[in-house]
Every structure is written in C-alpha cells, then in structure tokens.
C-alpha cells in the first residue's frame, strides 16, 4: 500500500521560505485540522513565530500501526500506543492563544478571570495589488468564511486612506456671552501658534516621533433647552452657544486617545484664560472625520454568477438590497451592522478600540449627508463600460458592479494595549507589519467583503441556507462531541440530512463502534483504518474515548 502522509506540517526540507502570498498555503485551508492550520502558519511566517518553532514533524499515517510496535504489551492497549505516538507529533504551545490570568489581572480591576474568542484568519484578500493575511477575532460563525469567499470572487480591492493619522480633542467652553462670542473666537485664532507650542508641551514622545498638534479649530453650537418635563434648571448663567475647540493632532501610528485627552486637559486653563469663559468637557472625539477609509472593487457582472443565479440577477439583487437601506433605516442598521462584523473581528484580532470604531462608524452613517437620516455605509450600483470596436461603433455589453465603502476608521498600530497582549504582535506580523493606514484599509476591505457576501446570499439562496451546517455543528458540540471530531460528525450529519441532537449523540457513538470494531481485528494498520472511516487518527482516538467515558 502506497504511503499516505497527513498534513499536519508543510514540508519545505530542511529550511522553510517566506511565503508572503497566502494563495501558496491556502488551497483547502479550511479543511485542516488546527493544529495543522497552525504548523502551517508556522513554517510560512518563520519571522513572525520564530524558526527555532519549525521543527515540525509529517505524519506518516503506515507507521501508526500498533500491532508492530515493539513496545506492544498485556499491560498497553492499542489505543494507548496511538495516543502516544500522537502526543509525540505535536507541536509547541502556538503563541495565539487566550491571555494569562497574570496578564488580565493588571490590565482590568477587580479581574476574576479571562473570556476566550476564536481566531481565524480571512484569506484571499488582495489590497492595491498586495495579497495579505487578515485575522479575525469573532464568536459568530460564517463571518470570516463569507468574507473569504467574497474576496475570491472580487479578486483585487483598492483603498485609500488619509496620508496623516490625525485624531481630535474637544474642549466644551460655557459661559460666553453671544455678545463676546465673536471676540472670544477672534483670541484664540489670534493665540492659536502659542496655544499649539502649550499643547506639545503635553506630548512630548509624540513630537519625537513626527506627530503633534497640528491645528486649532472652533465650533459654535446653539444651546437648548433640556427636554425632559421635570427637569430643573440649575444653570444661572444665561448661555445660549457652547464654543467648542477643536485641537487637531497627528499620532503617527498610534490610536492617540490618551494623548488626545492629555492635550485637552492640558491646555484647558489657557483657553478659560483667552476666552472669558468656563471650561466643561475637554476629551477626545471617537468621531474621526480626519480618518475617512475608501475602499471600492469593480466586478464584470458576467463573473458574478452564484450557484443557479446569473451574473445578471447577482448584480441586480445587491444593488437593489443597497437601495433599500438607503431609504428605510430599519434595514441599513441590520446592512451595517453585517459590516460592523467584518471590521470589528479584525479590530479585537489586532487590538484595537472596536467600541471607539463602531461608535465613529454609526456617527458618520447617520450624519455624514444633510438629509440627516441614517444610511448604508456602503453604495453598490453598475457600470456600463464603452469602448470602441474595429467598426467604430460603440459596444455597450461590458457591465460591471462596483461597491465602494467610506467609514472613519481609528486605529493604531504602536502603543497602547499592544505592548500589554503579546497576541496582537503575532496577528498584526502574519499582516506584515501595517502601520496604521494600512491596517484600516484592510479593515474597510473585509467590511466591505462582509457586506458584499451577506447581499449576496441575502438575494439568492437566503441567509438560512448557509447557517443549516453551522447550527448542525453547534448541536454536534452540545451534544458532547471532541474538539477533533465535530467537523468529521457535523459533515456526516449534514449528509443524512437529520440535524439534532438525538442523531450527533448516534453519530458519534456509531463513529467511535466502528472504528474500533476495525482496529481489534488486527488485521489493518491505522492508514487503511482512517481511509475507510475518512477521519483521522487523532479524531478515532478521541471518539473511541468519548465513547468509554459515556459508559463509565
């Protein structure tokens, strides 16, 4: 019998190559186990993970056979020498894993322990002509697989984000006459270069890297009157604006709330001192106009074809979904929201302020036009491109869809939280490095992708129809089924078509019968044991001893 190894490691011999194109390593990446999804990222990143973790072994499936291993005794069971030799294939504890108790315990008060995400990572994205890796940190099933396979029918994003990393700090001035308002703005322009050289006194490794505050701006915002019936007025001056200052500050790559709060504090009795008037608030604004993300695709609609659907009705089904959720924010909340899932994983995988992120997002989609009412933050629609044939007449077929997605994404890829959860460094290097521009456009690239592919299934075969194989894998984990085997049970049950939790409890137990029914005979090794059962060792092992402990 020929030799079949399993593919828990990619073999490159005895040195491992950077491979920066995941379209190398990923053919049926989503069928590994994961545990081989981790050898695998191992050897491709060596610089990220460390060579020293590349002494990975292959598996060769012939050489499991206990009946000729020489340390078979009365006193050892088959099981128990497989287990053993499974246990002598696996790799060091993989770096991107669950935070320490230590760790959380310093970061957080009054810590009782950690709560756990999955990571995955969304594949085939290529960003202005650059493939990348993007992980995703998220609970709910579907997302990354859906925004995977919308980038492999888009094939190419372009996206651009703004040249400096500019975040604002908002300072709340009360107590100005209307009268003096116009005097009041008039000083803090005419002060405006001593009042930036005051604030980069608050700052100072930021201006060591490059940023620091690069303007002040102001506001007038007319003060009404408190809505709610019984309340009392405790305020005895008579304002009737606010002024708010704006300070502008570049970060670099940092997120820059706490140095824009820092500024705000800061520089607060200069402006009270300039203005006349009283100091309220003074923090940061999650609102970053100044980080505007644009990321688009253009998709020839003959390409679009989707299972039995035309390219044609494709197209005209996510064109018509967005068109929807321009007028009727019932439905552009949920269109946004399915956004928000794609942006958001990769903020948690990458640490970032998701909340900070989400908030800027909502903001914009409800204000950004004048029409003042909340919209998609995506716009879909189709183009017709003309050109010129040999006759000279114009051919009108080439029809494209295009989508484009513009949202304020604040982010930061120094400082902060990074330097306490060593994850982020793994997830941010399988990403190469970004600085922060480029880390949001890829964020608004897998929102985009996000979007794309709930419209699409949306329109054709429904959302239901996708979700059928992962409600049957949650019931498979319910009813009690290891980690490495629920794909192996979910597929079965999936095939017969009985999804509960009756028929995962059979399946399993059924699983586990006949694999050891095989393997007492005596008469086959683990290679031709596991091509009949079509698992693996490691899940005949685990299912064999479900099926034990479920009768102890």
């Known amino acids: 019998m020929k030799s079949r190894t399993l593919p828990c490691s990619v073999s490159y011999g005895n040195r491992a190559p950077r491979i920066t194109d995941s379209r190398s390593w990923a053919s049926g990446f989503y069928k590994r186990t994961l545990r081989e999804r981790q050898n695998i990222l191992i050897q491709a990143f060596p610089e990220v993970f460390g060579r020293n973790s590349l002494e990975t072994k292959s598996l060769d499936m012939n050489s499991l056979s206990v009946y000729t291993t020489p340390d078979t005794s009365f006193c050892r069971s088959p099981i128990e020498l497989l287990e053993e030799k499974l246990t002598k294939l696996s790799t060091p504890d993989f770096p991107i894993r669950g935070l320490s108790e230590e760790i959380a315990d310093n970061m957080v008060e009054n810590c009782v322990g950690t709560i756990g995400l999955p990571v995955g990572l969304a594949l085939n994205f290529v960003i202005n002509d650059k493939p990348i890796v993007i992980p995703m940190a998220i609970e709910e099933p579907s997302v990354i697989a859906a925004a995977s396979g ?172 967005y068109e929807m959720a321009q007028i009727d924010p019932y439905r552009a909340t949920t269109h946004n929201k399915g956004i928000m899932n794609g942006i958001d994983a990769v903020a948690l995988a990458t640490g970032q302020d998701w909340r900070a992120i989400e908030a800027g997002a909502h903001a914009w989609a409800a204000c950004r036009n004048e029409i003042e009412r909340y919209e998609p933050l995506t716009t879909y629609w189709i183009e017709k491109e003309e050109r010129i044939e040999e006759n000279g007449q114009i051919d009108d077929a080439g029809l494209y869809l295009c989508g484009e997605i513009n949202v304020p994404i604040c982010v930061g890829t120094a400082g902060g939280v990074l330097a306490t959860n060593p994850v982020y460094k793994y997830n941010l290097g399988l990403m190469g490095n970004p600085n922060s521009s480029e880390l949001a456009m890829a964020m608004a690239c897998v929102g985009l992708a996000q979007n794309f592919a709930a419209l699409r299934a949306l329109t054709t075969e429904g959302i239901q129809q996708g979700h059928m194989k992962l409600h049957a894998k949650n019931i498979v984990i319910a009813a009690g089924c290891p980690s490495s085997a629920i794909t192996t049970v979910t597929d079965k049950m999936v095939d017969t078509g009985r999804i509960s939790f009756a028929a995962a409890k059979d399946l399993i137990e059924t699983t586990a019968k006949k694999g050891m029914e095989v393997i007492k005979n005596g008469e086959k090794n683990f290679g031709e044991i596991t091509a009949s059962l079509e698992c693996s060792p490691s899940v005949l092992v685990t299912l064999w001893r479900t099926e034990i402990n479920n009768k102890v």
């Not at 305020?235 to 606010?242: A, V, Y």
Request: glycine letters at 6%.
């Open 150 to 321: 919308a980038a492999k029918t888009i094939k190419k994003f372009t996206a651009v984000a703004p040249e400096k990393n500019m975040i604002t700090s908002q300072i709340a001035v009360t107590n100005i006459p209307e009268s003096k308002m116009d005097d009041a703005i008039t000083n803090i322009q005419t002060h405006k270069h001593s009042i930036i050289s005051l604030a980069n006194t608050f700052v100072p490794n930021m201006i060591k890297r490059g940023g620091g505050v690069r303007n002040i701006t102001t506001r007038r915002i007319r003060r009404k009157r408190n809505p709610h019936p019984r309340h009392v007025e405790l305020c005895q001056e008579n304002f009737t604006e606010w002024l708010i200052v704006h300070v502008q500050i570049d970060v670099c790559d940092a997120m820059g709330a706490n140095c824009a709060n820092a500024v705000a504090e800061g520089i607060a009795p200069k402006i009270e001192e300039i203005t006349g008037g009283k100091v309220g608030l003074r923090i940061v604004s999650n609102f970053s106009t100044e980080r505007i993300v644009k990321a688009s695709f253009r998709i020839p609609v003959s390409s679009l074809g989707y299972k039995t659907h035309t390219g044609r009705s494709v197209a005209l089904g996510i064109v018509q979904a």
